[in-house]
């Protein structure tokens, strides 16, 4: 099945600097990458997807970078702020009649000021 | 309102005895889903019904079961408990194929 690896696992940014985390998956078969930011005590909250038909998409400070061919996401943040501070999730989504979605485990963000 | 809610949020359970979990939601999505996470793990979906239709994944078909008497709520069962099962349990819904709505969890510890 879909496997997806998120890197770094986690990462201390400044104030005002910005950040770059990297996921790949396996299948070929997911056309669809939910991004998913989880603050401390909140629920998963969705922040910005790619479908496999684009390379690019950007949401206010997000960008998120996708490459079909080396099977690979990359989401910037710039900017930050101390409350981008949390764990960024990347997900697979093979569409069709299966919703499921293959999680990565995540990266926890720190923002300092 | 795109709020998923679930119940309860704390749950405290003896090993062998059964869990019943609940979400609802109140957007009309024809799918809602749960997910299993451990701390420093990768949410990982246990299953999910699109309209009345439950899909359960292979690696977990005989550990969980769930019910959705209508459109707006669906069940987690466990009927056993084992400590393995101590995690958060996450429902989402969503139309199926768009983003997932998550509710914030039911934290499970089996003793």
């Known amino acids: 099945g879909e496997q997806v690896e998120q890197l770094p696992s986690s990462l201390i940014v400044q104030e005002g600097a910005s950040v770059l985390i990297n996921c790949s998956y396996t299948?070929?078969?997911?056309?669809?990458f939910p991004w998913y930011k989880q603050e401390p005590g909140k629920r998963l909250q969705f922040i910005i997807d790619?479908?496999?038909?684009?390379e690019r998409k950007q949401n206010q400070r997000l960008t998120l970078l996708f490459d079909k061919k080396t099977k690979h996401l990359s989401l910037h943040i710039t900017a930050t702020q101390p409350g981008d501070s949390a764990i960024y999730f990347c997900?697979?989504?093979?569409?069709?009649?299966?919703?499921?979605?293959?999680f990565g485990e995540g990266t926890q963000v720190t923002v300092i000021s | 309102d795109t709020t998923v809610k679930q119940n309860p949020r704390y749950k405290l359970a003896r090993v062998g005895k059964p869990v019943n979990l609940i979400c609802s939601q109140t957007?009309?999505?024809?799918?809602m889903y749960w997910y299993q996470k451990k701390p420093n793990q990768a949410p990982k979906l246990l299953l999910f019904?699109?309209?009345?239709?439950?899909?359960r994944e292979a690696d977990t078909f005989e550990k969980f079961q769930s019910s959705r008497p209508n459109n707006s709520f669906c069940s987690l069962y466990i009927g056993s408990a084992g400590l393995e099962y101590s995690a958060m349990y996450l429902c989402?819904?969503?139309?199926?194929?768009?983003?997932?709505?998550f509710g914030p969890g039911t934290r499970l510890t089996v003793l």
């Open positions: 997900s697979a989504n093979t569409g069709g009649l299966s919703g499921k979605l293959t």
């Open positions: 989402a819904s969503s139309t199926l194929g768009d983003e997932q709505y």
């Open positions: 957007m009309n999505h024809d799918t």
């Open positions: 299948d070929s078969a997911s056309v669809y």
């Open positions: 790619i479908r496999s038909n684009m």
């Open positions: 019904y699109y309209d009345k239709i439950l899909n």
